[in-house]
């Protein structure tokens, strides 16, 4: 009598046990805590079964996308020690519910569906944090623009306006050489008239008659 009530007693202990496999600190479990006021103010929503249940789902969604061909469900994943500040912990049964999956395979999963898993509560990494699991980077914004196609434009653009440089620049070189040329001239001109004003003068001096002493009054004495 004493072996069969230990034999049941075993039993329930299993039994318990099975159906209890979260607990804190479990050795494949994460630590799961939400920020759900700081990232959405106002407009923040409260934590109840229902999420919870949203919850589990998107890590069974994440389970199933990381292996493909097992059909892992809402019961596999196991939550314990929730607070009302909300944060949890949460272990990964097989979907033959016999062993706990191995936390590096639970994280693999997670990070390959963080970013589904974040919009199914409006959240980002820093405010639906999986303590130990590091954030995952941004997805690369592909432009409507390759690259390439910019860096050629700039090339492109700085090359016609080195080509417009030089132009004026010579331009404004020609246009000042003509002016200076022209200043040139000018002041030569200038000294030839000078010069030309004053040979006249001098012939014109050596070129005088005294009328007086052509005068026949004067020269007859």
Partial sequence: MVMLEKILFLLCLASGLAEQPCEKDAL????VRL????????????????????????LAFAMRTFNKGQDYDVADIHVCDETPRVSFWFVVMS???????????????IRLSRHRINSAFLLTDQTLEFLGILPTLAPPVNPDVPPWLIVFGVVIGLVGAGIVFLLVSTMRQRRRKKEEDAEDE?????????ELNHRGGCEDMDGINNKAFDDDRFTQM
């Avoid at 700081?38 to 919870?52: R, V």
């Avoid at 979907?95 to 999963?109: G, H, I, M, R, S």
């Avoid at 000018?186 to 000078?194: C, R, T």
Wanted: aromatic share 10%.
């Fill in 95 to 109: 979907p033959d519910n016999t062993t706990l999956v191995d936390k590096a395979e639970v994280e693999q999963a």
């Fill in 186 to 194: 000018g002041d030569e001109e200038g000294i030839q008239v000078k």
């Fill in 35 to 58: 920020s759900i006021k700081t990232a959405l103010g106002d407009q923040a929503y409260d934590w109840d079964e229902n999420e919870m249940f949203l919850f589990r789902a998107t």
């Fill in 28 to 31: 494949d479990g994460y630590k």
